[in-house]
């Protein structure tokens, strides 16, 4: 193999890994720390889902997790009330809340970002 064909290979895997490397770095990966900050309160938990708007009681926003249970966030930031958006998730689960949404078990956001 002559050493031009080396490098050409060389210079091909290195733009490989360097793709790669800057897929992972997608925008929306990002985490955002809602305010009010959650309380150490509660099991974690990781969820996954889609940030669905509830035409009930004036209208609220939801997480329909990829486990089929709906979560009723106390602080949602704004910038991810949106229909629809793919969302990423730690929270604690607050069994001890009750709300008038009546929609799934009430979670305090801990950090979150789109997916």
């Known amino acids: 193999m002559n050493p031009r064909s080396r490098y050409h290979r060389r ?5 490989v890994v360097l793709f790669a490397l ?7 990966a ?6 009010p900050a959650a309380e150490e309160v509660g099991q974690q938990i990781h969820l996954t889902g889609q940030v669905r708007y509830y035409d009930l009681e004036g209208g609220f926003y939801a997480i329909r997790g ?3 249970v709906t ?5 949602l930031p704004e910038e991810f009330q949106r229909d629809g958006l793919r969302v990423e998730a730690q929270a604690r689960r607050r069994d001890d809340l009750s709300g ?5 078990p009430i979670v305090q ?4 970002r789109t997916r």
Do not use: K
């Open 11 to 15: 210079a091909f895997a290195l733009s």
């Open 22 to 28: 800057v897929g992972c770095g997608e925008s929306g």
């Open 30 to 35: 990002d985490w955002v720390v809602p305010s």
């Open 66 to 68: 990829d486990d089929e």
């Open 71 to 75: 979560y009723d966030p106390t602080n």
């Open 100 to 104: 008038i949404h009546q929609v799934g």
């Open 109 to 112: 956001l801990e950090r979150m």
